[in-house]
């Protein structure tokens, strides 16, 4: 079966570095997604892999080993409103189309 | 880029009715997908939906319950059909151009059944 996990919860203080691991099962892998969440709004985009490595988009970066199955989400320099839940996202292939299977999302706590 | 307009953005229906929430793309996208989403959990996939196709239900829905239209490429509907309290929940419908690039997604609608 296709399965995803992530930490449940992270915590960390306002100006440092976190990072969000996830590790995932999947047949047809094409890539692995991070998006956003904040209380009561709707999932945003982040940053996506289909090939091994780092990505960095501002401060956030996200990691992908391919032979690991395994990658992480980079939040740096740490503000108040990256409080919010981090969904890795599986995107693979289903019956000519595509699909996107979801972990269950980690909820960073931010303290000032 | 892809904006969506979903509506309602919340209701609180009685059991045994039904809600149909409407999704509206700013631009033409070939495969749309409608979420269920508990609070504070993660996203389930209910159905995807491609224009001319029946939409593909995941395992654990069915179209008697949750029927899907998807008239053209930049409008869908589902129908959440006689309403239990279990049905309360956010529903997010989703866009996506292709498998390499970011899925957008609506504000969802909170449903409460009572």
């Known amino acids: 079966g296709q399965s995803l996990e992530q930490p449940s919860e992270v915590t960390a203080v306002e100006g440092a570095i976190v990072q969000i691991n996830c590790t995932y099962q999947t047949s047809g892998f094409y890539g692995l997604s991070w998006y956003q969440q904040h209380d009561g709004g709707a999932p945003t985009f982040l940053s996506y892999n289909a090939l091994d490595g780092l990505e960095e988009t501002g401060r956030f970066s996200s990691f992908l080993s391919r032979s690991d199955s395994y990658g992480y989400l980079l939040l740096q320099e740490l503000q108040m409103k990256d409080s919010a839940s981090y969904f890795c996202a599986v995107n693979f292939d289903k019956d000519s189309n595509y699909q996107l299977i979801w972990g269950a999302g980690t909820k960073l706590i931010i303290k000032p | 880029s892809a904006v969506i307009s979903q509506k309602p953005s919340r209701d609180i229906c009685q059991r045994g009715t039904s809600l149909t929430i409407q999704c509206q793309v700013d631009s033409q996208v070939t495969m749309m997908f409608w979420y269920r989403q508990q609070p504070g959990q993660s996203l389930t996939l209910i159905a995807t939906?491609?224009?001319?196709?029946?939409?593909?239900?995941e395992s654990g829905f069915v179209i008697d319950k949750f029927p899907i239209s998807r008239p053209n490429l930049t409008f869908s509907t589902l129908t959440v059909s006689n309403m239990s309290p279990e049905d309360s929940s956010i529903y997010l419908c989703?866009?996506?151009?292709?498998?390499?690039?970011?899925?957008?997604f609506g504000q969802g609608t909170r449903l409460t059944v009572v």
């Open positions: 989703s866009v996506g151009r292709d498998r390499d690039t970011e899925a957008f």
């Open positions: 939906a491609n224009q001319g196709s029946e939409a593909t239900y």
